[in-house]
């Protein structure tokens, strides 16, 4: 049985780079979310079986040893990020409660940079969250050292504290991070999708538009439809892109009535 939905919420993908949003047209998101890339490079695989063939170290390295997620994981510039994401957010409004956010996923050494550059950007005021997991990537550490269950994020905006619907409840600094065992794995950064409907819920209300710069997976914008809330997304690698578009939100049309979701699969213009 579905569950009634809005009507035309919209969930667009974009083949491209998020700093090329103007020729799309799209709307200032309430909430501008995002798994930036950590720049990690060779040790991107440094602690997860996947470094072994199998996962099993007796057979030796597979063809990710040494190797980094992604070609362009590197060439991250996190200046133009925040410049261009501080113009994909509305504008501060006069009233209170109202007031934009944006959520960045980071490791923990990376907390304070994104705070300090978010205020060149505007963001003058930011805070961190932590998210508990009850299990461990770093599974090759974990008879060497006290192995890291955590995932970090930043929470920045402009003056006004964002929208918060808390509904009476506080809400600590330290979420859940739940093992999302019902959603196909086809990014290695990818979010739980019951996180991120959180985090939306959160700081956004139904109707509301949510863009993601760096999609990945399409996660943000599967949690954004299943919220009731508009969501943009761009990624530039074309094989995350196909994977995001046919496996993620093929997934929202097949969930939903076909006239309460709408999906724009709009690839790059050459």
């Known amino acids: ?8 919420i919209k969930t667009e993908l974009y083949h491209d780079n998020f700093q090329n949003y103007k020729k799309y047209g ?9 798994d930036i890339p950590y720049n990690v490079g060779k040790n991107a695989y440094g602690s997860s079986l996947e470094w072994y063939i199998d996962g099993d ?11 980094q997620f992604f070609n362009s994981d590197n060439n991250f510039n996190l200046v133009e990020y925040m410049h261009f994401c501080s113009k994909l957010l509305i504008k501060e409004p006069k009233e209170t409660g109202k007031a934009p956010a944006m959520i960045i996923f980071c490791a923990f050494d990376q907390m304070q940079m994104l705070i300090d550059t978010g205020k060149r950007y505007g963001f003058n005021h930011g805070y961190p969250l932590f998210f508990i997991k009850n299990y461990s990537p770093q599974v090759l550490k974990a008879n060497m050292k006290i192995v890291g269950a955590t ?21 600590f600094n330290w979420i859940e991070w739940p093992r999302d065992n019902n959603t196909p794995k086809i990014h290695p950064n990818q979010k739980p999708i019951p996180l991120l409907k959180k985090l939306i819920s959160i700081f956004t209300d139904e ?19 299943e919220t009731n809330r ?4 761009f990624e530039i690698d074309r094989f995350i ?16 009535l076909l006239d309460q979701v709408m999906i ?6 050459k």
């Open 1 to 8: 049985m579905h569950e009634k939905r809005p009507m035309n």
């Open 26 to 34: 799209i709307p200032k998101a309430q909430l501008v979310i995002a």
């Open 57 to 67: 170290n007796k057979k030796g390295e597979s063809k990710k040893a040494g190797k």
């Open 151 to 171: 995932e970090h994020a930043v929470v920045l905006y402009r003056e006004k504290l964002p929208k918060f619907n808390n509904h009476g409840k506080m809400i």
């Open 207 to 225: 109707g509301d538009i949510v863009i993601d710069p760096v999609a990945g997976s399409g996660t943000t914008l599967k949690a954004a439809a």
């Open 230 to 233: 508009h969501s943009y997304g």
């Open 241 to 256: 892109f196909k994977d995001a578009k046919d496996i993620m939100l093929h997934s929202i049309q097949t969930s939903f």
């Open 264 to 269: 724009d699969e709009i690839p790059t213009v």
